[in-house]
């Protein structure tokens, strides 16, 4: 739908050193918080740019100006060699920009093709919607990304809506792509796929800008990289001249851990138990069918799948927030199937959801409010109808200090957190009381690599300390570090089990793509 580019730069590229983008000395100011001070951030034609920094760093923040979502308080952007003034995201696809944000902008009663055709120029009046049906299947077709057009955005899950932005920004023909954690939702044959793209549009002359905290991915796929820190720029190198422990000691100015000592597995009290577990998906679909599967104290089983695979719907009946059709769920020996949530979480079940925002805060609420939600009802937190507000901020103060909970104050609304603050905050409030069972849904999407390590290192002493941990990721990597035991979900049954120490990618990778296996010990 994407009308064809005919006009040429209005500069010649080789008279501005082949540059397609200069942001220079931007400033953005929000109250009590730089986020931006004096950046320049240089983009060439036909290279894949790297942005790396802890969540907080002013990253989003940069690419929100040159998007039109914020005004700098100062500085200039130029696009080849011509200045320019972005006002609004408009202005930003009118000059060929595009981008697929952290927390997504889409309209969740809409379908699909409703939202890829929203504010999509040359879309005919009549049926617009049906109109880029078959280009949004064709993208999702080219690059993995395959998402039912006619589908409604809520009864998506985060991967899937991740799928949407990328493809409401290929089907605008940006030239210049910003991708924030694109692999996130891939197989690795997916990725490998979703990189040959990458490299043909930088032959081609497009130019991206890749925002990840996946380090292995900077190495492979960038050019050059641009670190940030506390809103200023540390860095910006070859990514030919730096290697990953330097990039993480730029990022969060320390050494990072990159290997996880993980003492030998003591299984113990079986504490999750799954027998035949059918349940249906918000679209009334078969989304999961015989699943079957335990995990004892002390280990950690990891469930692999591409999103939209059934992780959703398993995650949200364990929990309590969706109703079996068939099977059963036991909790310490206790059957808690189609028990409401509360009564589960009574039971020892510790739950950190997969979308934070929507369900792992209140944003509204203030940090203190917010890490006593589990447990308002009880002491030492509740006297009869009221609350002890002295207890409360006590243990909030607590609960800070121990998680590094990077925030003004527990009395500051949770909404203004970053987003590996926010994790942090669910983590203190659920792990808190020790629990048997800890429900992990991709604990560690879009952090950035310290917090990452933090919350693994976390994981790794509940298990340690006797939890039993299911660890639901996209990401191979952390499953294949942290996880004793790896279960693959596809199509919402378990295409089969391997152990870490014996599995490959490659073999993980076909699973995913639904190709069944023995299950192996």
Not at 16 to 42: C, S, W, Y
Request: net charge neutral; with cysteine.
């Amino acid at each position: 739908m994407a009308e064809k580019r005919t006009d040429a730069h209005p500069d010649s590229l080789a008279s501005h050193q082949n540059v397609a983008l200069l942001m220079r000395d931007i400033t953005k100011v929000f109250p009590g918080v730089v986020a931006n001070d004096k950046v320049t951030f240089e983009l060439k034609v036909g290279e894949v740019h790297a942005l790396l920094g802890e969540n907080g760093a002013g990253k989003t923040t940069l690419m929100n100006i040159l998007y039109g979502l914020y005004q700098a308080d100062s500085g200039e952007i130029y696009l080849y060699g011509k200045r320019v003034r972005i006002r609004s995201p408009r202005d930003a696809i009118r000059h060929r920009i595009g981008m697929v944000h952290q927390h997504f902008k889409l309209v969740p009663r809409h379908t699909v093709a409703e939202n890829v055709v929203l504010g999509l120029d040359g879309a005919p009046f009549l049926a617009p919607a049906r109109a880029v049906e078959d280009e949004i299947l064709q993208l999702g077709e080219r690059y993995g990304l395959k998402v039912d057009p006619k589908a409604y955005i809520w009864q998506l899950s985060a991967g899937e809506q991740q799928r949407v932005e990328i493809i409401k920004a290929l089907v605008r023909g940006a030239d210049i792509l910003i991708l924030d954690e694109p692999t996130s939702v891939l197989t690795p044959q997916e990725v490998e796929e979703l990189f040959k793209i990458l490299a043909r549009m930088r032959e081609e002359g497009h130019s991206v800008i890749f925002i990840t905290h996946k380090l292995d991915e900077v190495m492979e796929v960038s050019d050059r990289v641009t670190v940030m820190r506390r809103g200023k720029v540390v860095a910006t190198l070859s990514t030919a001249d730096v290697n990953k422990p330097t990039l993480a000691k730029m990022m969060v100015g320390r050494e990072v851990v990159f290997r996880l000592k993980k003492v030998a597995c003591e299984r113990g009290q079986e504490a999750l138990v799954v027998e035949d577990l059918w349940a249906l998906s918000d679209r009334g679909l078969p989304a999961l069918k015989g699943i079957s599967f335990s995990v004892c104290r002390g280990e950690i089983l990891g469930i692999a799948g591409v999103a939209g695979n059934g992780q959703k719907e398993l995650v949200e009946v364990i929990t309590g927030l969706r109703r079996a059709t068939r099977g059963k769920v036991f909790v310490l020996g206790d059957e808690v199937t189609n028990e409401n949530p509360r009564r589960i979480a009574d039971k020892g079940v510790a739950h950190i959801p997969e979308e934070r925002l929507k369900r792992g805060i209140v944003p509204e609420m203030s940090v203190a409010e917010n890490l006593i939600l589990k447990r308002h009802h009880r002491s030492p937190f509740c006297h009869g109808f009221f609350l002890n507000l002295r207890a409360v901020k006590r243990f909030a103060h607590h609960a800070i200090e121990e998680y590094a909970i990077m925030t003004p104050g527990p009395d500051t609304p949770a909404k203004l957190l970053s987003g590996g603050n926010i994790q942090r905050l669910i983590l203190a409030r659920e792990l808190s009381g020790e629990p048997a069972l800890v429900i992990a849904a991709h604990p560690t999407y879009g952090l950035d690599v310290g917090a990452t390590e933090q919350i693994r290192q976390i994981l790794l002493e509940q298990r340690r300390r006797g939890a039993a941990i299911l660890l639901i990721s996209e990401d191979l990597e952390e499953l294949m570090s942290l996880a004793d035991r790896i279960a693959v979900i596809f199509e919402g049954e378990i295409m089969g089990e391997v152990s870490p120490e014996a599995a490959t990618l490659e073999e993980i990778g076909l699973m995913m793509a639904g190709e069944k296996r023995r299950v192996r010990r």
